[in-house]
């Protein structure tokens, strides 16, 4: 598992999530978000996560508070 920060939220269920010592924030996306709801997360908040490969790069899935 990763950590990192919620970087960036939008109102259309997804965000960017900041990781520790990485420049480029990972993309994720409500669906793997687990035990917290979307409507929880704020700019800033600490979360666990791990990485996964798309066709569209990598993301941020199975995220969780840290």
């Known amino acids: 598992m ?11 269920g997804f965000g960017f999530i900041k990781r520790d010592g990485e420049e480029k924030d ?3 996306h409500s669906t793997e978000l687990v035990g917290v709801s979307f409507d929880e997360l704020r700019e800033g908040d600490v ?5 996964a490969e798309s066709p569209k790069g990598l993301n941020a899935v199975k995220i969780s508070r840290a």
């Open 26 to 28: 990972l993309f994720f």
């Open 47 to 51: 979360m666990t996560f791990e990485v």
């Open 2 to 12: 990763q950590k990192g920060t919620i970087a960036r939220i939008t109102d259309k």
